[in-house]
Structures are given as C-alpha cells and as structure tokens.
C-alpha cells in the first residue's frame, strides 16, 4: 500500500520583487509660445465725489485693511503661554536641583 501527502508547514514566506526598466528617449521638451499677458486691475472703490474736502480719505492699505476678514483669535497666544509656563517650570526645577547639590 502506497500513501501520497503534501507537507504544509506554518512559514510564511514573503517575495517583494520590483522591477523597472526604461526604454526609449523622452521628447525634446517645448517651450510655450510666449504671449503678452493682459492685467486688469479693477480700483478698491470709486471715489465719492459729494464728499467733503475737510474729510481725509483713507490710504490704500487703510482700505485693504478694513476689507480683511477678521479671523484672527486669542487661542495661539494662550497656548504660547502655557508653553512658556511650562518651559519655566521645567528651568526653574533645573535651577532648584542646582542649588541643592
């Protein structure tokens, strides 16, 4: 009497094969045909010319300045601070240990 097995065993095995070949040549690179470019700047805002001479009229940046979005907030100055606190925690431990010694 004659038995056939296959043998299985727990190994793992793992095959991580990368190849990569390159054939050929790239293309001779083009450069873009270079055209005149048109700027349109619209102004930030008409002047009002029923206003009064005895007003001073605001400066450009004074403008761009009050059409920024106000989005800026307290909460980085206070992590800042925490951080500083902690900082000087661990300096002032340090200094502490020192004088001890």
């Not at 793992?12 to 190849?19: C, P």
């Not at 300045?65 to 989005?71: D, E, F, G, H, Q």
């Not at 800026?72 to 020192?98: E, R, Y």
């Amino acid at each position: 009497m004659s038995f056939e097995a296959t043998i299985i065993t727990g190994d793992t095995e793992t095959v991580i094969e990368r190849s990569k070949s390159v054939v050929g040549q790239a293309p001779p690179s083009v450069s873009p045909l270079e055209v005149g470019v048109l700027l349109v700047e619209q102004p930030l805002s008409t002047p009002d010319l029923s206003a009064s001479a005895d007003q001073p009229t605001p400066s450009g940046e004074e403008q761009i300045a009050s059409m920024l979005p106000k989005t800026g907030a307290h909460l980085p100055l206070v992590g800042l601070l925490g951080a500083l606190t902690v900082a000087m925690s661990f300096a002032l431990t340090a200094f502490q240990k020192a004088l001890r010694d």
